[in-house]
Each structure stands twice: as C-alpha cells, then as structure tokens.
C-alpha cells in the first residue's frame, strides 16, 4: 500500500484559514492528498484536525485560501487565480465522509441508510438500489443486518454500516473523522479491520484518528497538527523519528 | 322513578333518552360540520406551521423576529375573542365576501398555525445537526437533507404533541358557535333553547366530543405503532407489510450470497 508523493493529487488545500468567532481554528493549512494515499492526521484535541477534514468536503466553508479536487476549485481560492469553480454538492458525491458519532439516519433501516443516497441523488431505481446497498453492507459484514434500525446494531456496527453508507457512492478519496474514538474498545478492531479492507484496495483515504497502531500501518503520509497548524509531516518513519519537540512529546504522551 | 332520584334536576322532566336517538341527525349534522372545521383548520395550520417553523429558524435578522412576533401575537388572542373579531370586525364590518364557516376556520388555522409552528420547532431542534451533515456528506443536496432525513425524524417526535393539538383544535372548533356557524355546540344549543331538553342535548354533545377525541387519541397510538421502528427479518410482527418485506429482504440476501460465491476469488471475509 505504499504510495507516495509521485501519485496523482486527487485533492489540494492550500492557505486554508477558518474562524468559529474569534477562535481561529485552522490557521493556513496546505494539504496535498495523491491518488492512492493513505493520510493520517493526528494531534492534540482542539487542533483542527476535525475541522480540516470538514472543510475538505466543505462541511465548513474556509474563510480563505482553496480546495481543489479533480479539476475544480471550492472555497474563497487563492488572489490572482482563476480556476474553474465547481459545486459543493457534487464534490460531497465524490467525497466519503465517516464520522465519529456515526450519524446514522435512524429511522431507516440498515439498508435503506445504504442506498437512500443512490436512489435520491443518483436517481437508481429501487430494486437496483437495494442490490447494491446490500452488496456493500456485505462487504462490510452486515448482510444479516439489512433490515435491523441503527439502534438495534451496536457501535462498531453502526460505523460499519455508516462505511458502507458512504463507499456505496464509490467516491474517489474517504474521509474518517476519528472513526473509533466512540466506541467501546472491543468494537474498534472490526472497525478498523473494515477500513483496513479499504486501505488495501487502493482508496485514497484521510484518516483523523488516535489509533497509532493503524496509522502507522496504513498511514503513507502523517500529519500532526497542534493549535490549527501543521507541525510536522512525513512518512512512516514519522513515528519513531519525529523531529520536532511538540510532536515528540504527543507521541510519547499516547504510546 | 329511578332517573327521578338519581338525577334530581329532572324533577320536571324525566330523563327520556330516547329524545337523543330521535333527534340524531342533528347531532350527527353538527358533528359531520365539527370534524369538517377541525379537519380543514388542522391541515392548514399545520401546512403553515411548518412554514412559520422554518421562517422562524431563518437566519436573516427581519424574517426570523417577524415570525417570532407572528407566534407571539397569534397565542396571545383569546381565541373566542379572534373569532369574533376576524367575522364581525374584519369580514362583516369590511364586506368580504367571507362566510362564517371561513372565517371561523381562518381564525382557527392561524391561531393554531402558531403553535403548531413552535411544535414544529422544538422537533426539528432535537435532530441533531449530525443527521444534516451526513446527509449532506452522501451528496443530497440542502432540502433534501432536511425533506428526507430531518423532517421525517423531526415527524415522530412530534406526533404525540400534534395529537393533543388535533384534540384541542376539535373542542375549541366549537367556539365558532359564536359566529353561527352550526356545528355542534350551535345546532345542541339551538335544540336545546327549542325543547328545554337540556339535560339529554348537552349529555349527547358531551358525548359526541368524547367520542371524537376519543377517537383521536386511538388514532395517534396507531400512529405511533405503525411507525414504530421494527425489524421485519428478525421481529413477530405479522403485518402484511412486515411479511411482504422481509420476504423482499430475505431474497435480497440470497442473491448477494450467490453473487458472493461466484465472483470472488479473492475471498473476503465478513468481519
């Protein structure tokens, strides 16, 4: 699974800057994500890091500077450029996002959280619909489970489900908002063995996550971010020889 | 003589059941208009309870405190004085061309429209925003965000209070009496103020209303159960629906089973 700088760029964040009040979260993040690449941000809650992932599929609107993805431009962009603009809507169809609290729609059942997106956005018809929602569910384990409502499933079921709910688009890059911080801890391992699965399969994927073991597994390029900037980037040697003081210390404070 | 004891206000007059059954037909005409109103009023104000949820919610500065003001006006009216004033003082004294049925059925959809509005409001409130985002994160666009995902979660919560409000809107239908509109409380009072049979008119319109709420309240619970949230595959319900489509999802797993066995080589375990 080791793609690096070479691959294609599927996605670029450049000079991203957000503020919620006076609380400037993300102060001049660039990001470049290649096709194939497994990122993996880490730090100290408060960061940004979850803010970062939400304004890559422009969840947040960034104050200034620009995302990029296949060919277009979102957000304020950059002074002096002029790229093609393209839709918020149609970049989210492109976009995977998992989240840490699942947010699944309860009440529908498993299945229909899979296929409502394909059948109202992507207008498939019911049957065709259903098929394949039942096929990703599948993938994820979950055949058994087409009919149960997310509250009859537990966490690490819930976050499956929420997977498939996203991959059943077929998006080009998945991203993972801590995708185990809200489960039991005997509910993280079928999770991360889902997104394992997807790692190997050659999905471009930005994970934010405090699971070390996965992240220096699947993680080709790391990120640590602390007070809304990047600190320190690299690859998997990141982990065990981190340069900087700040990221030094986070390390070793969670290993 | 029983009914003589038992009921002493009767002195006069023995209790004589039998004049309800024979004057059923105006009962039944005024409870045909009642549910009429109550119908009419309740599906406008609900339609423009959702209108004014949403209005109110808005983030511009005029049209969020407009609506702020609209719901507190409309709550604050007594609604037997608003009734009066939207026939007597508005269509009546201006000439519009506004029967009193309308009237009373304008004044009760915009009270109720209000607090519907603020019904709407708190459900939508409780979904929380997660629900949005990921909506919007599978790519549906903003209304369809909130038409297939935060409406339908923000409808069940709000079923058992709009219930009580479909109760209330029934009962205080009867206000239009006032206007002389005759629905109910109009046609027992003027059977009543005919044949002095007071006792048996009022026991029938009391009973009327509790067989209509009544009704009601039956209704909502079904409501509730029926959408109740039920694994067709594993639960035993045995409703037509349940067993259509857990047969539906039953075969559903067998073709991905199958599909499963022939294409992959590489073998993929389920977790």
Known sequence: MGRTKDAEPVVRLRNIHKSFGANHVLKGIDLTV?????????????????????????????DSGSVWFDGKEYGPGIEGEDLPRGKARLLREEIGMVFQQFNLFPHITALDNVALALRRVRKVKRDEAEYKAATYLDRVGLLDKLGAYPSQLSGGQQQRVAIARSLVMEPRVMLFDEPTSALDPELVGEVLAVMRDLAESGMTMVVVTHEMGFAREAGDLNIFMDEGVVVETGGRELYDGAREPRTRAFLRAIL | MNSFLVIPVLAQARFRPEFIWDNRDIFLGGVRLTLFIAIIAFSLATAMGLAVALLRMSKSRIVGPIMGAYINVFRAIPLLVFVLFVYYGIAIQFDLAISAIQAGILALTLQYSAWLGEIFRSGIQAVSDGQRQAALSVGMSRPQAFFRVVLPQATRIVIPPMGNMFIGMIKDSSLVYIIGVPELLRVSNLLANTTFRYFEVYLATVISYLILTTAVYFGVKYLEKRYALVDVLTSRVRSPFARRRSAQLLKLQEAVTTSRGSESTSGRDSA
């Open chain 1, 34 to 62: 290649g096709q194939g690449q497994h990122v993996v941000i880490f730090g100290p809650s408060g960061s940004g890091k979850s803010t970062l992932l939400r304004t890559t599929n422009l969840l947040e609107a960034p």
